[in-house]
Nanobody, 116 residues
Framework: QVQLVESGGGLVQAGGSLRLSCVAS????????MRWYRRAPGKEREFVAD????????YSSDSVKGRFTISRDNAKNTVYLQMNSLKPEDTAIYYC?????????WGQGTQVTVSS
């Protein structure tokens, strides 16, 4: 059974940093592209960043480019999202995602709140 567990969220002042983690279990994640999404209050879920199996290829949305960095440690089945220069508009629940055989799997999310 595939499980994704996010952690690392919290309350931070604008300009601060947080590092989110997503630990995956129940599958062979080292060969899969992994993604981060977020959902802000009253808004649709938004793609944040993704990373290929080796970590050599990453892609970030324009809204976080240059501030957020996605990385992974396949030995630990863990994907990270380093978030720097946080803004109040980054406030959201952040979710880890993986697609396996056309099935979407999501974690429970971790709350990030950025105060101005």
């Amino acid at each position: 059974q595939v499980q994704l567990v996010e952690s690392g969220g919290g309350l931070v002042q604008a300009g601060g940093s947080l590092r989110l983690s997503c630990v995956a279990s129940g599958g062979t994640f080292s060969v899969l592209r992994m993604r981060w999404y977020r959902r802000a209050p009253g808004k649709e879920r938004e793609f944040v960043a993704d990373i290929n199996w080796s970590g050599a290829s990453t892609y970030s949305s324009d809204s976080v480019k240059g501030r957020f960095t996605i990385s992974r440690d396949n030995a630990k089945n863990t994907v990270y999202l380093q978030m720097n220069s946080l803004k109040p508009e980054d406030t959201a629940i952040y979710y880890c995602n993986v697609v396996i055989r056309n099935n979407d799997y999501w974690g429970q999310g971790t709350q990030v709140t950025v105060s101005s």
